[in-house]
């Protein structure tokens, strides 16, 4: 099976802030990485597929990047709403395994 | 817009069975695949099992292989998770999805909770 790890595994944060979450595969997924926000108590949503495919009708302050085994989440100016868990998820190998998740907090 | 809407969740003895179901609308359920995802009291997200759009393909996290089943019914637009020989590590909300393709899930129903305990 495919390994996710993400980094860091929580952050506080200042609405404005720009933020960057990591994640890592055990091995080479390509470009099959996707970003899953959730909410407490709330389903997880998607954010972005394929490692930087915006999902539609998500805000553009969000992007993803990287391909292989290396991708980043972006929030370029967070937002009072932003402030959530997210979680990776790859989906070029079954079982397609999320990562452990980062939760972003009000600093 | 989707609308999936999970039930048939609740308390559980250990060694016992419980059938989930997920109805859905606003899709076109025929073409869609469809997935369990589920979660722990206080963790991640774990991939437990889809379905292909017209049920012919399943895959199952090993977590539950032999124990979990998934079938659909397109003509009733409705997803079911069969769970048998439950244990208490099975405990957790219980998710359905849809995606285009099997991966990512684009839309989830709002889970159910199953809980395995005597």
């Known amino acids: 099976d495919i390994q996710m790890t993400q980094s860091p595994s929580s952050l506080s944060a200042s609405v404005g802030d720009r933020v960057t979450i990591t994640c890592r595969a055990s091995q080479s997924i390509t470009s099959y990485l996707n970003w899953y926000q959730q909410k407490p108590g709330k389903a997880p949503k998607l954010l972005i597929y394929t490692a930087s495919s915006l999902q539609s009708g998500v805000p553009s302050r969000f992007s993803g990047s990287g391909s292989g085994t290396d991708f980043t989440l972006t929030i370029s100016s967070l937002q009072p709403e932003d402030f959530a868990t997210y979680y990776c998820?790859?989906?070029?190998?079954?079982?397609?395994?999320f990562g452990p998740g980062t939760k972003v907090d009000i600093k | 817009q989707v609308q999936l809407v999970e039930s048939g969740g609740g308390l559980v003895k250990p060694g016992g069975s419980l059938r989930l179901s997920c109805a859905a609308s606003g899709l076109t359920f025929s073409d869609y695949y469809m997935s369990w995802i589920r979660q722990a009291p206080g963790k991640g997200l774990e991939w437990v099992s889809y379905?292909?759009?017209?049920?012919?393909?399943?895959y199952y996290a090993d977590s539950v292989k032999g124990r979990f089943t998934i079938s659909r019914d397109n003509a009733k637009n409705s997803l079911y998770l069969q769970m048998n020989s439950l244990r208490a590590e099975d405990t957790a909300v219980y998710y359905c999805?849809?995606?285009?393709?099997?991966?990512?899930?684009?839309?989830w129903g709002q889970g159910t909770l199953v809980t395995v305990s005597s």
């Open positions: 999805a849809s995606s285009f393709l099997a991966a990512p899930s684009e839309d």
């Open positions: 998820q790859q989906s070029y190998s079954t079982p397609f395994t």
């Open positions: 379905i292909s759009s017209s049920g012919s393909t399943t």
